[in-house]
C-alpha cells in the first residue's frame, strides 16, 4: 500500500517556465512534509520541507503548498532552470517517527 | 564539512555471494539510517540506529540481511547470501537528533549492487 504517491514519473518544461510537481498521501498521521532532490549517481538532497501548521513555505525558486483536506502537496519551481532537471521525490513524516515514508519520484527535464 | 560517505559505489556479485556495504555519518549525527532503493521507486528505510542502538529494524529482511553499529558512528550492512533481487541500490543517511520531532536526513551516494 503506497501511502505516498506521486503520480507522474516525468515532466518537461521549457526553461523560465514554471514546474509544478504532485505528492498526494493516504496516512492522515502524517504531518510533516519533505522534497527531495536526486541528481544520477547522487543520494537525494534536501530541498525544502512543511509542517501540518502550514499551508505554504517558499524557499527562493522553491515554494511548497500543502492541502490537507485533499491529502495533497505539490512543489512550485519558478522559474525553471535546466540545472533543475533531476528526481525529485517527495516523503511525509509522522511526529516522533523519525520514518520518512517517499514516493516513487518524478523526473523533472528542463529544457533550454 | 564532509557528507555522508559509503563504499563501495559500485558492486557486482554472483548470487550467493556475501556482501557488505560501509557508512561513515557526517561528524557528530548519531541517528544513521539504512535505505533500500529499488529501480523507479522511492528510497524504503531498512533500520535505523541511535547511536548504537537499532532501534527500528522492522523492515530488515533479517535472514540474510544483517547491519551493525559497533562504536555508534560507522556502520555495516551486510546480505548473505545475496539474491538476484537485492539489486538495488543501497543508501545510508545518517541526523543530528536535535530533540525535534522531525530531523533532517542527510543522505550518501549510496551503493549500487548488482547480483548476477
Known amino acids: 500500500d503506497q501511502q505516498v504517491k506521486q503520480n507522474s514519473p516525468s515532466l518537461s518544461v521549457q526553461e523560465g517556465r514554471i514546474s509544478i510537481l504532485n505528492c498526494d498521501y493516504t496516512?492522515?498521521?502524517?504531518?510533516?512534509f519533505l522534497w527531495y532532490k536526486k541528481y544520477p549517481a547522487e543520494g537525494p538532497t534536501f530541498l525544502i520541507s512543511?509542517?501540518?501548521?502550514?499551508d505554504k513555505n517558499e524557499d527562493g525558486r522553491f515554494t511548497v503548498f500543502l492541502n490537507k483536506s485533499a491529502k495533497h502537496l505539490s512543489l512550485h519551481i519558478v522559474p525553471s532552470q535546466p540545472g533543475d532537471s533531476a528526481v525529485y521525490f517527495c516523503?511525509?513524516?509522522?511526529?516522533?517517527?523519525?520514518?520518512?515514508?517517499f514516493g516513487t519520484g518524478t523526473r523533472l527535464k528542463v529544457l533550454a | 564539512e564532509a557528507g555522508v560517505v559509503q563504499s563501495p559505489r559500485y558492486k557486482i556479485i554472483e548470487k550467493k555471494q556475501p556482501v557488505a556495504f560501509w557508512c561513515n555519518p557526517i561528524?557528530?549525527?548519531?541517528?544513521l539510517y539504512w535505505y533500500l532503493q529499488n529501480l523507479g521507486q522511492g528510497p524504503e528505510l531498512l533500520i535505523r540506529?541511535?547511536?548504537?542502538?537499532?532501534?527500528?529494524d522492522s523492515q530488515l529482511p533479517k535472514d540474510r540481511f544483517s547491519a551493525e553499529r559497533l562504536k555508534g558512528v560507522d556502520s555495516t550492512l551486510k546480505i548473505q547470501p545475496a539474491e538476484l533481487g537485492d539489486s538495488a541500490v543501497y543508501l545510508c543517511?545518517?541526523?543530528?537528533?536535535?530533540?525535534?520531532?522531525?530531523?533532517?536526513?542527510?543522505f550518501g551516494p549510496g551503493t549500487r549492487l548488482t547480483v548476477l
Open positions: 516523503a511525509a513524516s509522522a511526529s516522533g517517527t523519525y520514518k520518512y515514508i
Open positions: 540506529y541511535e547511536n548504537e542502538e537499532a532501534v527500528d
Open positions: 543517511a545518517s541526523s543530528f537528533d536535535s530533540g525535534s520531532a522531525y530531523n533532517e536526513q542527510f
Open positions: 496516512n492522515s498521521m502524517f504531518d510533516y
Open positions: 561528524s557528530g549525527h548519531n541517528t
Open positions: 512543511i509542517s501540518s501548521i502550514k
